[in-house]
């Protein structure tokens, strides 16, 4: 069965140090996702992205957070200068589109901002 | 914008038993409503949804309901067993349809 994959599955970095998460969602699905997920607490929604544009994003997605699908296969997250209050789990998500609601996420990465 | 409130945020019951746990939801234009099980450092996984034109839903021992009129929905898990211990996490789609707005999640422990 087709899955989303994440790598790294663990990044450390330093405080303003630019990050790249890479996803790559299943084949033929059109939209894609990224949450995060603080240790111990809830999943939370960052950005939706269809047609290779952002079609939502939340209040936690500022101007330090971009996602950019470069090629056919991956999609990526970067976040320019992380802060220590990035550190969390990264998690990417996709989903067929049309009547096909559910939304299938990847392992997740978990990036450590020191 | 959409709230997702969820309770009990921890429950423990006994192999066997019955286990609910309840969500209530803010925006009633929310169509869409999916439970994910998350086992410690795993991805969620979606274990069952419903649709805001359906009340009920069931798969073999996990059944999820649906009120809209009043803004909530429940996981019922019947005939609990130790492999059924992780967090729960209920979802309702937002306004826009696109994202899931997430509870804080319940974590349930089997004890046999």
């Known amino acids: 069965e087709p899955e989303v994959t994440q790598t790294p599955s663990h990044q450390v970095t330093q405080m303003g140090q630019e990050v790249i998460l890479r996803c790559v969602p299943i084949s033929n699905h059109l939209y894609f996702y990224w949450y995060r997920q603080i240790l111990g607490q809830k999943v939370e929604f960052l950005v939706s992205f269809y047609n290779n544009e952002i079609s939502e994003k939340s209040e936690i997605f500022d101007d330090q957070f971009s996602v950019e699908r470069p090629d056919g296969s991956n999609f990526t997250l970067k976040i320019r200068s992380t802060k220590l209050e990035d550190s969390a789990m990264y998690f990417c998500a996709s989903r067929l589109g049309g009547y096909q609601e559910t939304q299938y996420f990847g392992p997740g990465t978990r990036l450590l901002v020191l | 914008g959409e709230n997702v409130e969820q309770h009990p945020s921890t429950l423990s019951v006994q192999e066997g038993d019955s286990a609910v746990i309840k969500c209530t939801y803010s925006?009633?234009?929310?169509?869409?409503f999916p439970w994910y099980k998350q086992e410690l450092g795993k991805r969620p996984q979606l274990i069952i949804d419903i649709r805001s034109n359906v009340g009920e839903k069931k798969d073999q021992r996990i059944a999820v309901t649906l009120n809209k009129t009043a803004k909530h929905f429940s996981l019922h898990i019947t005939e609990t067993q130790p492999e059924d211990s992780a967090v729960y996490f209920c979802a309702a789609t937002n306004q826009a349809g696109t994202a899931l707005i997430f509870g804080k999640g319940t974590t349930l422990s089997v004890s046999s």
């Open positions: 925006d009633s234009a929310s169509n869409y």
